[in-house]
């Protein structure tokens, strides 16, 4: 059976020359940010806070992409909001579904010049027994060129905002049936976990990563607490402090070796910020218990990575710092380098790990056969001038 078999498009692609929204949207932004822009829109300021919680909660509780559900608010003044901001969704290009329960869909962004498609991104959902996680991106592309990484033979397009970030968990909600309106409540969700762990490297986008976070744990809305969010970073070094200052959720690193010179060709941002001031910065993690550990992410690579050796340096590496490790078996893509582990390999080190006292589960690969996996996730988008793009798009008309 091919992968196409396999896997199914639900939707049909959107438009090729998606116009770019017209109207500034207000999903993503935080509570200060929306009143700000109400404020700036006319609406008096003794009414902020309360047009501004009404408008909140069609968003992020009831899940409308239009004013004219948000009935708490004048029919006159329904309009006239729906003149000036935008809350509608992201466009879907694709979206399929792997034969292990795994989604994932292919969004495209605002386009910054008319006729021209707007970049496009991969979110991915994850089902398991009693959670459900939401893999999200932060960038169209990534920097980091880690090696056994997908996403890394991407260049960089662009960062997200904070409201396409917000817009992907908006759009699996939508797909999931998890608004009231679709019979779910706080208690009877499917999604349970975010993870920033898609395209990208979260820390090289702070500040949108940071306010849609804010949107995301907020009670009043999507409310998920962030010890049901992981932000997974491959080692920015001097943004992991004010990540757990400004942020507070919960922590992951991407090591994948446990010397220099490997994690040097494993992820080149090493020789940037080594291993030692890699785990001295987590050692210093504001927050960070027995209660609030940082997991430790390691894919594991046959023949580069997997010796019980690596497993013994691994636990010395790790003393004192409350961590848990995630192996994670490596996921093929077309051209990859690497191999993956044999899977006794796999448990000769994760048995060694989990009898030095730390929890070692090995990831279940999911959602390999719509290259859903982790490492997978890439888009076709490249970065290129707006004339080309342009030039490229009527080429395609």
């Known amino acids: ?113 008319p006729g021209v498609p707007g970049p496009e991104i991969e979110t991915v959902y994850i089902p398991e027994e009693g959670r459900g996680t939401l893999c999200v991106s932060s960038q169209v592309g990534c920097t980091l060129t880690c090696t056994f990484c997908h996403t890394g033979t991407q260049k960089l397009v662009r960062n997200l905002t904070a409201g396409e ?29 975010i993870v920033m762990m898609g395209m990208g490297e979260p820390l090289y986008n702070f500040e949108n990563v940071r306010d849609a976070l804010e949107v995301v744990s907020d009670g009043e809305g999507l409310s998920l607490s962030k010890r049901r969010i992981t932000l997974s970073t491959s080692g920015v070094v001097p943004m992991i402090e004010k990540a757990g200052e400004e942020i507070g959720c919960m922590l992951a690193i991407s090591l994948h070796a446990v010397n220099d010179e490997t994690r040097n060709k494993l992820v080149p941002l090493n020789k940037k910020y080594p291993i030692k001031e890699l785990l001295d910065a987590c050692r210093n993690y504001p927050g960070v218990s027995n209660a609030r550990r940082i997991t430790f992410e390691y894919v594991m690579l046959k023949g580069v990575n997997d010796s019980i050796e690596d497993a013994k340096e691994l636990v010395r590496l790790l003393k004192g710092i409350p961590a848990k490790i995630n192996l994670i078996p490596f996921n093929p893509w077309p051209g990859s380098p690497y191999e993956c582990s044999d899977w006794a390999q796999i448990e000769k080190f994760a048995d060694f790990v989990n009898r030095a006292g730390y929890a070692s589960p090995v990831r279940t690969p999911r959602g390999r056969d719509i290259m859903a996996a982790c490492g997978q996730l890439k888009s076709e988008t490249v970065k290129k001038r707006a004339s080309e793009r342009f030039r490229d798009a009527r080429a395609e008309a």
């Open 1 to 113: 059976m091919t992968t196409l078999d396999i896997a199914h498009e639900s939707r049909e692609a959107a438009p090729a020359g998606a116009a770019p929204r017209a109207k500034p949207s207000l999903v993503g932004l935080t509570r200060p940010q929306l009143m700000d822009a109400l404020k700036d829109f006319g609406l008096p300021e003794k009414h902020l806070r309360m047009r501004a919680g009404q408008i909140w909660n069609g968003i992020y509780n009831r899940g409308l992409t239009r004013f004219d559900g948000m009935t708490t608010l004048s029919k006159e003044l329904r309009d006239k909001l729906g003149q000036g901001f935008d809350i509608s969704r992201l466009d879907i290009v694709t979206e399929q579904k792997s034969i292990d329960g795994t989604r994932k869909w292919l969004l495209r962004l605002p386009s910054a010049v």
């Open 165 to 193: 970030i917000v817009g992907q968990i908006l759009i699996a909600r939508d797909a999931l049936g998890e608004w009231p309106d679709g019979g779910r409540n706080s208690e009877d969700r499917l999604i349970t976990n």
